[in-house]
């Protein structure tokens, strides 16, 4: 079972967590929802016991931040969302406990013997990885308003090659991170779903999705 952890922080979008969150709830190794056999164990981690997002639902997250840094290695799988973008920049530009969490997460590698880690960004959220430097060298993209400020960002890190797309995949660094980058809010479905067709199967994927009654975009 991949340990897969979810960031949420005051503004985070409702949908750019709660669609990875939901596939990755299907996902299962029996496909019979009579017979669960789940392929995730999911957690919310956040910097406070409630967190607000930008449709004003207040959310609780299972672990705080700091109890998260302290297990970071236990994690296989981070779900970075986005939200408005002068709150990422701020998130950004003030290093707060979420962006040092991200960077973290995506340059220290797996625990020997673990299976490959990935970082799986939706929407904004691709600016946490952007300023990180981890899109360095690889292909990324983000909601399509940002798709300039992703470039700007990547800009002063390395070379980054920014496109607008449903999800891309990155590829593996060589810490064995692995970086997939979901465009805009419902993207993040079609993300996710590709996450799971790649680690365990595309009948794993198909059936999480028809279970969320998704259509999903395969590109």
Known sequence: ????????????DVLDFAGP?????????SMNHSVPDPAF???????????????????SPGITLATARS??????VL??????????SSLVKSESEEFQFVR??????????KTPRTILSICTGALF??????????????????????RTLCETKGKTEVIHARYVDGGMRENNIQIITGGGVS?????????????????????AAKMTEFNWNEQ
Do not use: W
């Open 21 to 29: 969150l939901e596939i990755f709830s299907h996902a299962n190794h």
């Open 129 to 150: 990885l952007g300023a990180s430097g981890l899109l360095d060298g690889i292909k990324a993209t983000t909601h399509h308003l940002f798709l300039d400020e992703l």
């Open 187 to 207: 993207s993040g479905l079609d993300s996710a779903c590709y996450f799971v067709s790649r680690t365990f199967s595309p009948e794993m994927a198909s059936f």
């Open 104 to 113: 973290d997460f995506g340059f220290q590698a797996p625990r020997e013997g």
């Open 41 to 59: 164990e999911l957690t919310i981690i956040g910097r406070n016991e409630k967190i607000s997002t930008s449709a004003s639902l207040q959310i």
């Open 79 to 88: 779900v970075v969302p986005g939200g408005p973008p002068d709150i990422i």
């Open 1 to 12: 079972m991949l340990q897969a952890a979810f960031l949420v922080f005051d503004g985070v």
């Open 71 to 76: 297990k970071l290695k236990d994690f296989d």
